[in-house]
């Protein structure tokens, strides 16, 4: 099994910035695709960005230029820098990840959340 754990959300200013943080833990063998979903009450899980185990990223055009996507593969952790945050940004994060393993079993992974409030 394996276990995603968010950290560093909070509530800022609209123009601030917060970075969110996901570790992945477990019997691991290999992360394909690593991603931020979120989702506000009465709405579906919408993707915010994604990222690739070469590197290679997909931010929705709603982001573009002020959230960036990056990863560490050697500790299998992905963060989420989200600059010039705006009230419409406030959701919760979910972390997500795809991957296999270390027994050969696929699998799909969300963690449990972290909520962004951007307010004055």
């Known amino acids: 099994q394996v276990q995603l754990v968010e950290s560093g959300g909070g509530l800022v200013q609209p123009g601030g910035s917060l970075r969110l943080s996901c570790a992945a833990s477990g019997s691991i063998f290999s992360i394909y695709v690593m991603g931020w979903y979120r989702q506000v009450p009465g709405k579906q899980r919408d993707v915010v960005a994604v990222i690739g185990s070469s590197g290679n990223t997909n931010h929705v055009d709603s982001v573009k230029g002020r959230f960036t996507i990056s990863r560490v593969n050697a500790n299998n952790t992905v963060y989420l820098q989200m600059n010039s945050l705006k009230p419409e940004d406030t959701a919760i994060y979910y972390c997500?990840?795809?991957?296999?393993?270390?027994?050969?079993?696929?699998?799909?992974?969300w963690g449990q959340g972290t909520q962004v409030t951007v307010s004055s």
């Open positions: 997500y990840a795809v991957g296999r393993q270390s027994w050969g079993a696929d699998f799909d992974s």
